[in-house]
């Protein structure tokens, strides 16, 4: 029996290791094709306060749940804080990962997939991953913004009393993380004009994590300055679960078909 178990492991592992390659133009950018000739391609940027990254709930499954629909996906592992420069506070003595070498690293990957040729392409990022996707939106080239944007319960603003200040001591660091200027320019709501492209926004009023208000913000924001976008907001479902279902409310996980259907229709012609 354990022969037979040890043979399916080796035949089974090409297939697992050929599901995702890393893209050689871009450090830590991991792609994943679908059998056709799928014109959009989503850069994906997984969760985790800047300070880690969920790259199976908010990374992988996200990406293969694309590929089922016909899209190329790229998941993009951005820089981080990591656990040790969070918990003890290490970029008091030593720089570290902080921003813009997050943005900087997006930058990268819209570059090395827009020289691929697809039609679009967009970046659908979760929590902190949402946050950097807007960033993307309103602070890269114009030539390296994205064709739309996917912000899903997303952190938004550094400087609202909503504010997830996990996320922003991840992104900023231990020396600039209360500094007013640079909390104001990362406050996604507070440059809604700068987003040029339609954004699909998500949250659910019990998140335990993010505060609902971030998103309420950016809608609110978007629709100040008539930005195309969707706002969707479901009363359960919490927080970090990306596209899997046993991780939320039934309400909640219908934000995949809603996505497909707004992407769908943004991209008809």
């Given at each position: 029996m354990r022969s037979v178990k040890r043979l399916l492991f080796?035949?089974?592992?090409?297939?697992?290791?050929?599901?995702?390659?890393?893209?050689?133009?871009c450090k830590h950018l991991?792609?994943?094709?679908p059998g056709g000739d799928g014109q959009t391609a989503v850069?994906?940027?997984p969760g985790g306060s800047y300070c880690w990254l969920s790259k199976k709930y908010e990374g992988s499954e996200v990406a293969r749940w694309l590929v089922s629909h016909g899209m190329a996906a790229y998941v993009l592992h951005y820089p981080t804080a990591g656990w040790a420069g969070y918990a003890w506070h290490t970029r008091l003595l030593f720089r570290g990962s902080q921003y813009p070498d997050q943005l900087r690293?997006?930058?990268?990957?819209?570059?090395?997939?827009?020289?691929?040729?697809?039609?679009?392409?967009?970046?659908?990022?979760?929590?902190?991953?949402?946050?950097?996707a807007l960033c993307g939106a309103?602070?890269?080239?114009?030539?390296?913004?994205?064709?739309?944007?996917?912000?899903?319960?997303?952190?938004?603003?550094?400087?609202?009393?909503?504010?997830?200040?996990?996320?922003?001591?991840?992104?900023?660091?231990?020396?600039?993380?209360?500094?007013?200027?640079?909390?104001?320019?990362?406050?996604?709501?507070?440059?809604a004009d700068r987003i040029s492209c339609p954004v699909f926004l998500m949250n659910c009023k019990d998140d335990p994590i993010v505060d609902h208000r971030n998103s309420e913000l950016m809608d609110s924001a978007l629709t100040a300055h008539r930005k195309p976008?969707?706002?969707?907001?479901?009363?359960?479902?919490?927080?970090?679960?990306?596209?899997?279902?046993?991780?939320?409310?039934?309400?909640?996980?219908?934000?995949?078909?809603?996505?497909l259907e707004w992407l769908k229709h943004l991209f008809r012609n």
């Open positions: 080796l035949l089974l592992l090409p297939v697992s290791v050929m599901a995702q390659q890393a893209v050689p133009t991991y792609e994943y094709l850069i994906v940027c690293a997006l930058a990268c990957a819209m570059q090395a997939v827009r020289a691929k040729g697809y039609e679009r392409v967009g970046v659908m990022g979760f929590s902190a991953g949402g946050h950097l309103a602070y890269l080239p114009k030539s390296l913004q994205p064709d739309f944007v996917a912000a899903l319960y997303p952190v938004v603003s550094l400087s609202a009393p909503c504010t997830h200040r996990r996320s922003r001591r991840g992104l900023l660091g231990e020396r600039r993380w209360r500094n007013k200027i640079i909390c104001d320019s990362l406050s996604m709501e507070l440059h976008h969707l706002y969707l907001q479901y009363a359960t479902g919490g927080h970090g679960f990306g596209t899997t279902a046993t991780k939320t409310s039934r309400e909640a996980i219908g934000w995949k078909n809603r996505f």
